[in-house]
């Protein structure tokens, strides 16, 4: 491999050879085999009819508080536009997906991070703001591998938050895109389940990471009257999502292929996350991290001393990338990074690390 050919750590999607790309061909085949008119038709914003059907049935929810986008980043957006009241607080986990700092900012939500954990956001750090008076509409969570730390939410933590919810009387976003993305450890309940109805939480996913991110599908599951807010405000918006993509994504959801297709994407994530960690600790020993169980992220802490804003374009110059962990954050965070390994293969790791190391050997 040439020293010029970039190695990209900054990208959370996975690489061509871990999708499923001989069986999108048979879905798009028989998507437009067997329902063409819904396929290639404008459609509703409530999405195909038939993948909200089956969202449906596997939320455990009536059809009409499903709503199906073009790519979770839409629902979150759409989102958003309901909840966000300018100059009002918004919970986010500290770090939190870059995105999502910009969407609130630029709804000019009054945007309170909150410590971020290993296994999830710090509750009683959040307990202790609501009971000093803090109000928030709603709180953004990203409870599975979550973007950028890779951290999950732990069984207790989602009971916790449940409970200061109702307590309060807030919201909790539980956005989840990658929680089919799970190598290791055990599956947890999602908040929405735990929620049983009462209406506390609106739920988004995705299929940019199980199937691929060019198909643009995702989706929101909650309360009806939200719901059909989104779907007046979709229908402003688009008339209708990509009906075609939806299609094809529910033909090979059908198919039998998507449980096999995440089984080969979390078996190559798994192989990819060991490589990383081993050569992390070779090449990079004064990295502090801990190895996801699932998902495309890991947060890397490298000592005070090294500040990313002057290695990332010394690690460029040398053939590698990664992002800023000042990129996810409002303010700290100079000495972190975040690694996508989900687009690196696995002959691409070590060389990938060596070659960071060699920026931070650099700047000493």
């Given at each position: 491999m040439a020293a010029t050919d970039l190695i990209s750590f900054a990208r959370g999607a996975p690489s061509v050879d871990i999708i499923d790309v001989e069986g999108l061909k048979v879905a798009a085949d028989a998507a437009l085999s067997k329902d063409p008119e819904a396929a290639l038709g404008y459609g509703t914003?409530?999405?195909?009819?038939?993948?909200?059907?089956?969202?449906?049935?596997q939320h455990g929810v009536p059809e009409n508080q499903v709503l199906v986008t073009n790519g979770s980043m839409q629902a979150d957006a759409f989102l958003f536009d309901q909840l966000v009241v300018a100059g009002q607080p918004v919970v986010v986990e500290r770090p939190t997906y870059d995105r999502t700092l910009l969407g609130l900012r630029s709804r000019q939500a009054d945007v309170r991070p909150v410590s971020l954990q290993v296994d999830?956001?710090?509750?009683?750090?959040?307990?202790?703001?609501?009971?000093?008076?803090?109000?928030?509409?709603?709180?953004?969570?990203?409870?599975?591998?979550?973007?950028?730390?890779?951290?999950?939410?732990?069984?207790?933590?989602?009971?916790?938050?449940?409970?200061?919810?109702?307590?309060?009387?807030?919201?909790?976003?539980e956005d989840d895109p990658y929680v089919k993305i799970r190598f290791a450890g055990e599956p947890l309940?999602?908040?929405?389940?735990?929620?049983?109805?009462?209406g506390r939480v609106v739920y988004a996913s995705s299929y940019s990471k199980t199937v691929a991110p060019g198909t643009r599908v995702g989706y929101l599951v909650g309360p009806a009257d939200l719901i059909d807010k989104v779907r007046v405000a979709?229908?402003?918006?688009?008339?209708?999502?990509?009906?075609?993509?939806?299609?094809?994504?529910?033909?090979?959801?059908?198919?039998?292929?998507?449980?096999?297709?995440?089984?080969?994407?979390?078996?190559?994530?798994?192989?990819?996350?060991?490589?990383?960690?081993?050569?992390?600790?070779?090449?990079?020993?004064e990295a502090k991290f801990t190895a996801p169980e699932g998902g495309y992220f890991m947060w890397?802490?490298?000592?005070?001393?090294?500040?990313?804003?002057?290695?990332?374009p010394a690690a460029e110059e040398?053939?590698?990338?990664?992002?800023?962990?000042?990129?996810?954050?409002?303010?700290?965070?100079?000495?972190?990074?975040?690694?996508?390994?989900?687009?690196?293969?696995?002959?691409?790791i070590e060389e990938g690390i060596s070659r960071l190391a060699a920026a931070v050997r650099s700047l000493a």
């Open positions: 914003a409530v999405g195909y009819l038939p993948l909200r059907r089956l969202l449906a049935e999830g956001i710090d509750v009683e750090e959040l307990a202790g703001l609501l009971e000093g008076g803090l109000r928030p509409t709603f709180a953004h969570i990203i409870p599975n591998f979550q973007n950028p730390a890779g951290y999950t939410l732990s069984l207790a933590k989602r009971e916790r938050l449940l409970a200061l919810a109702e307590q309060y009387d807030f919201v909790i976003f309940p999602t908040m929405l389940s735990l929620d049983q109805g009462r979709a229908t402003n918006t688009y008339i209708s999502p990509n009906m075609l993509a939806q299609a094809i994504v529910h033909q090979f959801s059908i198919s039998g292929r998507f449980e096999d297709a995440v089984a080969t994407v979390n078996a190559a994530l798994a192989e990819r996350v060991r490589v990383l960690c081993e050569s992390l600790a070779k090449h990079l020993p890397v802490e490298l000592p005070e001393t090294v500040d990313v804003a002057r290695l990332l040398r053939g590698v990338t990664f992002v800023k962990g000042t990129d996810f954050l409002l303010e700290g965070g100079a000495s972190t990074m975040r690694l996508a390994y989900s687009g690196v293969r696995v002959d691409q």
